[in-house]
């Protein structure tokens, strides 16, 4: 395991856009040779299409235009949301601004969400979908924006979010009710769940393309890691008590420090 020391601020917990420039094929391209990613991928959509997948009218070149994209880098095909989304192992948000500049989720492939409905987000702006975070949108509302709004193509542009799973789970909907993290704590029964997110301009709508890995790493491998387990520590320790809660946290980030 590389170290995940990275994820984590030097100082004390703090939002942050911080990002790394890449290739957009490298981050979609297949990383998963045992195909098992893209098979749970399918069954998700097969099962609850309207669950996983949604496009609002305003998506539709959004989505024609990925699609081509995909097709020219060599990685995938599909003509609906939930095609492309069942042959792409990343989960994909489209987004685009409205009138006011505003950007708005316009649609997607939500296999693996990380705790939220993919229908109770769609047509809404960032900062209707940020406003549950808890210090977020006054952190970091207005350079969100301006990233966005200022982003070139022909590259993606990459970020980590983390949080702590009580579940190896990729797929934590809020229909399927898993349990987050409680007491008793036990390394070896929670995983640091961590979000490779990546941000490419679309050329000819003008829309955002937003996507999402899933890596699961268990919390004792993490603690093996010196650096990774101390920056860890320090996040839980300073992270303000809301943002603990809207984490689900509250109840073992302080056993999950002792731990450490």
Known sequence: MNSLAGLFPDGNFRFQLTLRRDDPREFFRPDDATGRLLAERAGWLASEPATYAALLPEGEPLLAEFATLCAEWGIASGDSVGALGAALEPDFLLLSPD???????????????????????LGHTLDFIHGVVPGLNAALGSPIHQFLARLKPGAAFLRDNWGIA????????????????VPPVTLDRLWLRVEHQAFVAQPRTGGVLFGIRIALHRLDEVARDAAAAAGLRRALATMPADFAAYKRLDRVREPVIALL
């Open 99 to 121: 009138a006011t500049g505003a950007f708005r989720l316009r649609g997607g492939a939500l296999c693996f969400p990380t705790g939220w409905a993919l229908a109770e987000k």
């Open 166 to 181: 009580a579940t190896d789970e990729l797929n934590l909907h809020p229909s399927r009710a898993l349990s987050s993290p």
